[in-house]
């Protein structure tokens, strides 16, 4: 089960990935909002989502301009569970420039951890990362040692082309989101989950143990499995967007 969630990032000059919350399934809709300081005057501007056939395709990902294109690329949110690499050298919190001993476990593009700190990254040269986005994913940038562990973080992302153009903080990325549930833990949480979605919840939780279950009778595993798909189908329909849509066609004239 997924919730909707409206989101935003504050985008800086020259950066093209940016982080999503971790339990992001997917985006449903996205625009670029641009301001001058004043929330008078912020106007919100359709970015077009592409794939990731097209994104990769685009000569020049670091040209800079108001975003047009976003490719979100969905990831599993999971961070590795050993190092890919250490640092080869020590770093300050401001140094965008990270030389690692090896960048051979790394993607050519995204996010790791060094310590507590979340780094975005979409160039590499050599054993080096070059112009990094520190304190990434709510982290604070901060000092490392040399030897530092370096790990991958599967964080989702979005891609955005044009790369903002400076300042950067006038263009900020407006997004609804499908959320996963949160997970109930102990049992002693409430349930993450909206109302109209908890009969279907429970009656798929009863058919899927039926299947599981022994000594359960066959003939009730069929009726289970009508009430799930009875009460999923309510709870979307009651879920379904009710406002009206109206179709003008384009009538086109010629004069002779």
Same mark, same amino acid.
């Given at each position: ?17 940016? %982080? ?12 670029? $909002? ?31 301009? $108001? ?6 690329? $969905? ?80 964080? %989702? ?60 009778? %066959? ?38």
């Amino acid at each position: 089960l997924w919730t909707v969630e409206q989101g935003q990032i504050l985008m800086n000059s020259y950066q093209a990935i940016y %982080p999503l919350p971790v339990d992001t399934i997917d985006l449903l809709d996205q625009v670029i $909002r641009t301001s001058n300081g004043s929330q008078s005057n912020q106007t919100d501007i359709n970015i077009n989502r592409i794939s990731e056939s097209t994104y990769s395709t685009i000569p020049n990902k670091n040209t800079n301009g $108001r975003p047009i294109q976003v490719w979100i690329n $969905r990831q599993t949110g999971l961070t590795q569970s050993t190092a890919s690499t250490t640092l080869n050298g020590s770093i300050t919190s401001t140094d965008t420039t990270i030389t690692l001993a090896s960048t051979a476990n790394l993607p050519i593009a995204g996010f790791v951890n060094i310590g507590s700190e979340t780094i975005g990254y979409q160039n590499i040269v050599g054993n080096q990362i070059l112009n990094a986005w520190r304190g990434q994913n709510g982290t604070t940038a901060a000092s490392h040692a040399s030897s530092a562990s370096v790990t991958v973080n599967n964080l %989702p992302c979005i891609n955005v082309w044009p790369t903002p153009n400076p300042p950067g903080d006038q263009y900020t990325f407006v997004y609804w989101r499908m959320r996963r549930v949160q997970d109930a833990g102990s049992g002693t949480n409430i349930g993450d989950i909206p109302f109209r979605f908890i009969p279907p919840m429970v009656a798929g939780l009863a058919y899927y143990l039926s299947q599981k279950l022994p000594d359960i009778d %066959p003939n009730r595993i069929p009726m289970l499995k009508a009430d799930y798909e009875q009460q999923w189908t309510l709870a979307e329909q009651e879920d379904r967007e009710k406002a009206a849509v109206r179709f003008v066609p384009r009538n086109m004239f010629y004069y002779r």
